[in-house]
């Protein structure tokens, strides 16, 4: 049972255009959300986060909605380089005793058109 | 120097052997994951460990076993290696929600 899906495996986007990267979780208990970015040959690295007490976040080109009540968070990247070409995982994490537990998406890859 | 560093980076191995993947980092963070990477499935959480006392199963645990010989050390075992084993595996850091991830090894299983 996926409890982060993101049902995009590939979206394709035109440099200068948005890109819009969707992800929907199940548990309740997860208190904050992260995006990573991940390009070949490298680990996953840290883009983004947002706290379940907030609706959005913004850093510079990256917009991260939360929708708590679809159980639903949304990546805006405006406008959309050709460097942002990579995949993206959606993560969700709950606290636990000593630490968090965090769950991953399948991931979305972006192919952004020069 | 990297943060989060793993060996081997790449490994062939045959079905039945025994192997090890080796992290290390110096972040000094007392958190450690490893999670292995497969097509369609994302990152798979194998075990976690919150410090250096401390060892928990993850998601797909059965055929994996780890040691965490110091803070600064998290190592992942295949005891018997199996085809089914053949992905990308990365080792993570944390000090609070955000991880850290390695280079990753990617290791196959013939």
């Known amino acids: 049972d996926q409890q982060v899906k993101q049902n995009s495996p590939s979206l394709s986007v035109q440099e200068g255009r948005i890109s819009i990267l969707n992800c929907d979780y199940t548990n309740s208990m997860f208190d904050y959300f992260l995006w990573y970015k991940k390009y070949p040959a490298e680990g996953p690295t840290f883009l983004i986060s947002i706290s379940s007490i907030k609706d959005k976040n913004e850093d510079g080109r990256f917009t991260v909605f939360l929708n708590k009540s679809a159980k639903h968070l949304s990546l805006h990247i405006v406008p959309s380089q050709p460097g942002d070409s990579a995949v993206y995982f959606c993560a969700a994490s709950a606290r636990l005793a000593g630490g968090f537990k965090t769950i991953f998406g399948a991931g979305t890859r972006l192919f952004v058109k020069a | 120097d990297a943060d989060v560093t793993q060996t081997p980076r790449n490994r062939i191995t045959k079905t039945g052997k025994r192997i090890m993947l080796e992290c290390s980092q110096t972040k000094g963070h007392d958190r450690m994951y490893w999670y292995r990477q497969d097509p369609g499935l994302g990152l798979r959480l194998i075990y976690y460990s919150f410090d250096v006392k401390d060892i928990n199963k993850g998601e797909i645990s059965d055929g994996y076993s780890v040691s965490r010989q110091a803070q600064a050390k998290f190592s992942l075992s295949l005891e018997s290696a199996i085809p089914n084993q053949t992905a990308l595996y990365f080792c993570?850091?944390?000090?609070?929600?955000?991880?850290?991830f390695g280079p990753g090894t990617r290791l196959t299983v013939t």
């Open positions: 993570a850091t944390s000090r609070g929600y955000e991880q850290y």
